[in-house]
């Protein structure tokens, strides 16, 4: 019987997964990892050939890829010969975007034999689900917020926006919606306005799937924000009953719609 690895990024996602799935956890060189598992694999993104040949050999045929990573840099002059032959399938795809990209490394996973499962799929438990509790108000600017993202998704720009009376206040980009966050904080405080986390149209929800945990409420509180909305079945929260409580804390509503 095959074993799962987890490829593991930063952020709570892998130790969330490990929990429920006794897995191989994969510790990229230069990715903070304390995730706990079965077994760990040390590697390295110049050394594929490696890494594919350690996960064969520790039983592996399922692989999920769980928590925040940046885009890849290779020192070219410590690449094996494998990652070396895919290397122009990387940067091919890295020049259409991130989604492209992810696309990319699934496919290349798979063309090596594995299955490669969605952190969601392993835990439906932290998917948001839909909750009543939106004041009208709320809900146009929600709609504003969804409308941008919408058009911008095709154009694989951000995850999250921020809308308030009918104004849209921010956009995710590469830096995130931390940054966003406190980019709301500092130039447009107290809006009450909101922020919608959907994930973008045709997005394999297997890599990168939209999350938010406590932080995240934190920093929409400090922003002035009166709540968040959520895309129903597409968006993680990290830690539900944590995420619940800071927002009863804090006086923020979130809700899920489709």
């Known amino acids: 019987m095959g074993r799962l690895a987890i490829i593991a990024g930063t952020g ?3 130790g969330l997964v490990a929990a429920r799935h006794p897995a191989v956890i994969v510790r990229l060189a230069g990715v903070p990892c304390d995730a706990e598992g079965a077994g760990l694999i040390e590697a390295r993104l110049e050394h594929l050939g490696q890494m594919f040949a350690d996960l064969r050999a520790s ?3 399922e692989l999920c890829l769980a928590g925040a990573m940046r885009r890849a840099s290779f ?3 410590k690449l094996d010969a494998e990652t070396q032959a895919l290397l122009p399938r990387i940067m091919a795809a890295q020049g259409r975007g991130d989604d492209a990209l992810l696309r990319e490394v699934v496919a290349i996973f798979e063309d090596e034999g594995f299955t490669v499962r969605g952190a969601h799929e392993l835990r439906p438990d932290l998917l948001a ?3 009543a509790g939106a004041t009208e108000a709320q809900s146009a600017d929600a709609a504003r917020a969804r409308a941008v993202l919408a058009a911008l998704g095709p154009l694989d720009v951000g995850q999250a926006a921020v809308a308030a009376k ?3 206040l921010g956009i995710e980009t590469l830096q ?3 940054a966003l966050l406190r980019f709301v904080a500092e130039t447009a405080p107290g809006s009450g306005g909101v922020l919608v986390k959907r994930a973008k149209p045709g997005q394999d929800l297997r890599v ?3 999350a938010i945990g406590p932080d995240t409420v934190a920093l929409a509180a400090e922003a002035g924000l009166s709540g968040i909305e959520l895309q129903a079945g597409h968006v993680l929260l990290l830690d539900p009953d944590a995420v619940e409580t800071a ?3 804090r006086g923020l509503s979130i809700w899920a719609v489709p």
């Open 59 to 61: 039983g592996v045929t």
């Open 166 to 168: 009918g104004q849209l």
């Open 208 to 210: 990168d799937m939209p």
């Open 75 to 77: 020192d070219t002059a």
């Open 12 to 14: 709570a996602l892998p």
């Open 176 to 178: 995130g919606t931390d």
């Open 129 to 131: 689900s839909g909750n």
């Open 247 to 249: 927002a009863k804390a």
